[in-house]
């Protein structure tokens, strides 16, 4: 999915946290967001997820505004997974339970998915009684099991081990490599951008720099 943005502003009462007059997101493609702190990288996600309607100017999906087909398709990965109290097969199953899909093909994918993220033996645990790091290989699992056309990830490794960094970066390529998803990632990490996206924007106090 091809994301335009059109004289995007966003105000938080009097402040204008983002200011984008012309910038697309391409088909397919894995592009990382870099900025400092408060720059506005996750007010720019919430926007493009559609979480957040209240904003100026215009966003369009393969050149269309967002409807509740194309919402469907889209995803975003919070920086603080939110778990439910359920257990981790129930989190990764969700968003399929919710939209009708086989329970042998749901059982399929969450397996498949933990498989390659190597969270099999945290299946049966609780949601909210696992690491951080292990609920986000979680939330990014559910993410992935309802195969989105536009993934979005705020800070997906910041609070995992090296290892665990590694698992996902190869899940996101594996990902890419099969769907063919547009991706965006907020990275503080160079290193990582490198490793994974294919463009780079930065942001700083809201503008595209
Ligand atoms: N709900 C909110 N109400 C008021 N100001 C906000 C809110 N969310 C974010 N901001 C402000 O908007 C700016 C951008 O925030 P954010 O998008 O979270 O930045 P980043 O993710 O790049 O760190 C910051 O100055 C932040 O304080
Ligand atoms: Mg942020």
Redesign the pocket.
Known sequence: MEVKLRNLKKF??D?L?LDIGDYTFKKGIITGIM?S????????LNIVSGLDLDFQGNVLYDGEPLDERKQKEITQVFQKPFLFKRKVKDNIAYPLVIRKIDKEEIRRRTLELAKLLEIEDLLDKMGNQISGGEAQKVALARALAIRPKLLLLDEPTSSIDQKALITIENCLHIFHRNTNATIII?THDATQSDRLCDEVVF?ERGRIC
């Open positions: 938080y009462k402040y946290a900025g702190n408060g720059a506005g990288k996750t007010t720019l907020v942001l």
